[in-house]
Each structure stands twice: as C-alpha cells, then as structure tokens.
C-alpha cells in the first residue's frame, strides 16, 4: 500500500503519506485516505518525501482534497517535496492555493 | 451482442448441446462401436473408413470434434491430421488419435502433425466422455477468446473511425484560424486533441494575432470535449476584437463551469501586435515560453499564474506580461509533451534539453522551431515521436495583408437598420476595467454593408478610443514608447493612472444613413481629457503624411487618416469627428 494516514501530534491533522509514484493509479487510495480519515479534522498534510513523481492527474487529485477539505478554506500543507515534484508544483502555481514546504 | 451475452451463450452450449464428432478408422467393427458410443451419448457423428474420406467429410460436414485413426489405408491419420488442420485455419477444431501405439516416438509424431491428444484403444466410454468433454471446453473457450478478440479489433476500429470523424468536426471548430500563416510554423500530432492538447491561432480585426496553445489533464474524449468550448470562445471572441486578457478570463470561466474538479487545462495566450512589435503573454501552468531573439540572449515566458479551470471568475489573474521585441524575434511555446520526451535510457529532454537545442541560434541561422524538433529527434533517436506533444513558433514579422480575417458573407441590402443614431459614453473606472470596442464592432456590424469591412471599422474605433484615453484621458505622451526604459515607464504609468482616474470620460456618437452609393457612418469621439496640439501635429500639417519618427499617435492619426472619409478636430483635439463611407 503506497499510502499511509496517522492523526499529527495535535490529534486534529490528518497526514497522508505518499510512497513511489503519486498518479492515477493511487487515485482510489488517496481518496479513501481522506475519506476515511475520521472525524474531527482540521487540516491536512500531504507528505511527499516518499514521492518520485507526480503527474498532472495527481495534481487533478490534490484539487478534489482541496475541495473536500472546503475549498478556499481548506488548509492544506505539501510537504517535503523532491526537486522534480517541486518544479511541477511550481509550474503550475499551486503555491497559490496550498503551502507548500 | 455484447461481451457476457456470447459468453453466456457458449456456457450453454457447453452444458447441453449435442456436438458434431468425425470419425475415422479402417476397422469397420471398432468404428460401429464407436459411433454406436458417442451417439448413444447423444452427439451427431461423420464416419469415414480412411484418412481420403475424413478429409472430404471434414469439408462438407463441419465437425467439431474429431477423433482419427492414427494408421489407416490411402491416408493415414497422420496426413489426415494436417490436412484437416490447415483447413481449420484459425478455427479450433480438437483432434484427437484414436491409438494402439505407445512408444514415445510415435505418439510425439501424431502431436506433432496437429493432434491435440490421445484415446487408446480398446474403447473405453467413460474415458471418452470425458476427453471430449474436456476437450469441447478448450474449443468453446477458445471460440470465447477468439470472438472477443474480433469484437475488441472491431470495436477499436470503429473507435480509431469515431476519434478520425470526431477530429474533422474538431477541425472545422478549431482551424478556422491562422496556424497556416507565414511567421507560424507547429507541430501537433493528427489526433493530439485526443491526447489533451490544443493549439489555436487567430488575427485580430485591426492586425496583430493571438496564439493559445493549451494541454487539459487527461486523455481521450473528456480532455476533447473540454477542447471545443474553448476553441469556441477563442475564436469568436478574437473576431469580435476581446484582448487575450478578455478571452483567457472567459475560458477560465466556462472551464470552471463545465470541468470536473480535478480537471483543469494548462495554457499559454499569446497577444501579438506586429506594428508596435510588442508580444503580450499570459502562462498558466505549461512549461516556460522562450522569445528567441536576434539581437540578444533567450527570454524565458514562465508560467505565472494557476492553470484554467481552477480559480473562481472574482480570483481569477488575467494579466498579461507585456515584453518588447525587435522585428524577426521568435516565441517558442510547447506543452509538458516535450520536455517528457525520454531517450533509451529513460532520461527526460526536459527544460535543458530545449535550452541546450536553441541556445546561442543566431550565430547558425537555423529557425529555432527546426532546431528544437531536430533536437528532440536527437535526443529520442527516433524519427517517430510527438504523439502528445504540441510545438509551436511564432515569429514577430508583420506584412501587410497577412492572415486577414476572412470577409463575412455577401451582405444584403434589404437585413439591418440603414438609419440609426447610437451614444455611448463609458466612465470613470470602468475606463481601466473594461475594453468597449468589442460592444462598439458588434453594433456598427448590424448593418450589412459594413459588416463586410469589420477589419477598418475595428481599426478606425481602437485608433479613437486609445487616442482619447492613452493621450486624451491619461496624458501618456507616446514618445516613452520607443524607447526601451520608456517602455516599461509606459505601462506601469499607464495602469497607475488607470487606477487613479476620476471625473473622466469617453463618449462615442454613431450616426448611419443610407447614400446613393451606400452608406456613411459618423462617429464622433469626444474625452474629457486636456487634449493635444493638433495644429502644429506633424502629421496633420503635411500633405504628404510622412513622419519624422516612429510616433505611434501619429501612426493612429495617419491610419485614421488614410481609412475614413473625413477627419476633423475640435476642443483641442479632445473631440474627434470622422466620416467613413461604405459602397455597394
């Protein structure tokens, strides 16, 4: 399974954990990881420092959490990106609407 | 018929239907038994006393299954086996030898000429229910596989015949523009729009071009059917005159409305006006745009901005980078296709790839455009590539005449209004936040006798409105412009002042009448600026029009002057009247 959550230190993140290849076909995975994170959230981190690469359906994906999370009022952190994910992040300006570490 | 329903079908048969089995073997006696054996089991059978006969029934009859002699008289099984199986061709037919022989050799050759296996004899009819039942499962399997197969070659040849038809009508949408003019060389592949990507180019109703080149997420037909809507609004919004800022908003616009939240399209617009050699870029997602310049080093176009389809209408950066160029300067656009392009290794050609193809050109005198496609090829090694990658270059050479819009149709006297009088006047902020002249074109385009002459019209409105707003309302003297630290103090004055303005306006007047000879449009342009010295106006002083310099209101005036009937000035210049004249 190349996606793991667990509850940050404050008990109201959800860190979602992506490992390998971060494209269509986790496209199920990551959902169910932020669909069944449980309750009480409140914000989101994605952390990348497992990922080799990211296409643009993972960015597709990224768009549907935000979109879970609330929209312009989701908060969400990218974390702990390669170089090559961080140029495609950079890109495509999503430093516009996640903060991206 | 579906899939499961053939699959279904065969089940049954499996279970129930009697099968059609040929025999053949020499021994009268052991063939009575045996066809006595099989019927009783309720199958149809061919019998034939030697291998002649089993190929003939073979033929006529069709079997199933087929049971052989393996030494037989006239032509023994051997023979009869390949016979019989290059006449199946691609048909499984189960062929099974009937044998008294045991040694391997022997056995191996009955395989060998096409036996699928064995039975021995004597008879025994438990094992021979079972062998063809097991091998009638391996037939109608293969049956199974082999219709699919067909249906699957069929149906993807009838979705290769869809995406082809599909492309023409995407075609018809969206090469209704100017990819074919002179300073545009491109590559896309034939059925790239089912890959995502998208290029348009079209020219603007007073001159100049605009150029989008665009790549959704995705593939196949959703990434087609957000194309179209797209190519649309392009298209119809740059005949009617919208800026690439207008146009690029519009389409952010309806792709939010229309696409899936995880689809969006990343996309480069590019405004081109040739006459002031000044580009216009907005890049929103694709890799960096790069002007290739005679004169100096690379200009690199990043992306600056979301891609389309993500951002609300009120969040939503439509601004546009202005850069200047020199004529004979040349933009390189690509989507992500090309810096994915790998070698054998799987290494990426990447943004060093495209770097390393055009740097340092002028001194070879190879078109940027060859040399990034020759680039590529060196890289891939391969002469086939570019199946979802768009490359496109477009170069900054203006000629007279090109890539004119085409003409509307053949006008008719008896459709549009003949008199009318129309006043519109746009204020304050709505000065630097809205651009009229699209509005202003659409109604001059009523009448008919016009509409044919859009390309003036548009010129002769933007030449008044920028007038009086750029000199008239915000006091810009044209002068900053031509030279390279005016320039950017040009712009950046120019939206300061924008933002600033108060107590102004800018008022159109329209006035048509029909003539003997056809009709006659007055437009009246009248700003609440300072106004400027038009009597001592170079250009409006000589009678030869020549100009001292490369003033650009001047070139407004000349143009004005060369298109209308009559130009006159009043209240120092704030207030314009010009007479055009259309003919039937």
């Known amino acids: 399974m190349p996606i793991h959550t667990r509850r940050g230190h404050d008990g109201k993140t959800l860190i979602i954990r992506i490992e390998g290849r971060f494209d269509f076909s986790t496209h199920q995975a990551f959902r169910d990881a932020y669909e069944h994170g449980g309750t009480g959230i409140h914000g989101y981190i994605v952390d990348l420092s497992e990922a080799t690469y990211l296409d643009s359906s993972a960015l597709g994906m990224l768009l549907l959490l935000r979109d879970y999370a609330g929209g312009d009022d989701a908060i969400i952190a990218i974390e702990n990106c390669n170089s090559d994910v961080r140029k495609i992040l950079t890109i495509s300006n999503f430093e516009q609407l996640f903060t991206i570490r | ?584």
Request: hydrophobic residues 40%; proline residues 5%.
């Open chain 2, 1 to 584: 018929m579906d899939v499961s329903a053939k699959e279904s079908n065969a089940e049954s048969a499996a279970a129930s239907g009697p099968l059609k089995v040929l025999i053949a073997d020499d021994s009268d006696s052991d063939r009575l038994i045996l066809k006595t054996l099989l019927t009783r089991l309720g199958h149809h059978v061919l019998d034939a006393a030697n291998g002649h006969e089993a190929v003939a029934l073979f033929h006529s009859g069709q079997p199933d299954i087929v049971l052989l002699d393996a030494l037989m008289p006239a032509m023994d099984g051997m023979e009869a086996a390949r016979e019989i199986k290059r006449c199946a061709g691609e048909r499984m037919v189960p062929l099974i030898f009937i044998t008294s022989l045991s040694a391997a050799e022997d056995l191996a050759r009955c395989l060998e000429a096409g036996g699928d296996g064995f039975l021995s004899k004597p008879y025994n009819r438990v094992m021979i229910e079972a062998k063809i039942n097991a091998f009638n499962r391996m037939r109608l399997m293969h049956q199974t596989l082999s219709e699919q197969r067909d249906l699957m070659h069929e149906r993807n040849r009838q979705l290769l015949e869809e995406q082809h038809v599909a492309r023409r009508v995407f075609d018809n949408v969206a090469h209704t523009g100017c990819l074919d003019a002179p300073n545009i060389r491109y590559h896309a592949s034939p059925l790239s729009i089912f890959s995502g990507d998208v290029l348009f180019a079209s020219p603007r109703p007073a001159g100049g071009m605009l150029v989008f080149a665009g790549d959704f997420t995705g593939h196949g037909l959703p990434a087609a059917m957000g194309a179209m809507p797209v190519a649309e609004t392009f298209y119809g919004m740059a005949r009617k005159g919208f800026d690439g800022a207008d146009i690029i908003r519009e389409i952010n616009q309806k792709l939010v409305h229309i696409l899936p939240k995880n689809m969006f399209c990343c996309g480069v617009m590019v405004e081109a006006d040739f006459e002031l050699s000044q580009l216009k870029v907005w890049n929103g997602g694709l890799p960096d745009g790069w002007l290739v310049r005679s004169s100096d080093a690379l200009f690199r176009l990043p992306s600056r901005h979301l891609p389309l389809g993500i951002l609300s209408a009120g969040q939503f950066n439509a601004e546009m980078e202005t850069i200047r160029t020199c004529p004979g300067d040349r933009l390189l656009l690509m989507t992500d296709g090309v810096l994915e392009c790998s070698n054998e290794s799987g290494e990426l050609f990447g943004e060093r790839g495209v770097r390393l193809a055009v740097e340092g050109l002028d001194t070879t005198g190879q078109h940027p455009f060859d040399a990034l496609m020759r680039g590529i090829q060196r890289f891939t090694g391969s002469q086939k590539f570019g199946d979802d990658l768009t490359l496109c270059c477009l170069e900054m050479d203006y000629q007279e005449g090109l890539a004119a819009l085409p003409e509307g149709a053949v006008p008719s006297i008896l459709a549009g209004p003949a008199e009318w009088t129309c006043i519109y006047e746009l204020r304050e902020h709505s000065l630097g936040e809205f651009n009229p002249l699209p509005l202003l074109l659409h109604i001059c385009m009523e009448v008919p006798g016009l509409r044919r002459r859009s390309g003036e019209i548009y010129t002769l409105l933007s030449e008044l409105y920028n007038n009086a707003l750029e000199h008239g309302v915000l006091e810009l003297p044209s002068e900053w412009k031509y030279t390279p630290e005016g320039f950017g103090r040009y712009y950046s004055e120019r939206a300061l002042r924008l933002s600033k303005v108060s107590d102004h306006y800018i008022r159109f007047s329209f006035h048509h009448e029909p003539m003997q000879w056809g009709g006659r449009l007055r437009v009246i342009c009248e700003d609440s600026g300072q106004g400027f010295d038009f009597q001592n106006h170079p250009v409006l002083q000589s009678t030869k029009m020549e100009q001292s310099g490369p003033r650009y209101a001047g070139r407004g005036l000349m143009l004005l002057k060369r298109l209308a009937e009559s130009i006159r000035f009043h209240e120092q210049g704030s207030r314009v009247e010009i007479n055009y004249d259309w003919y039937f």
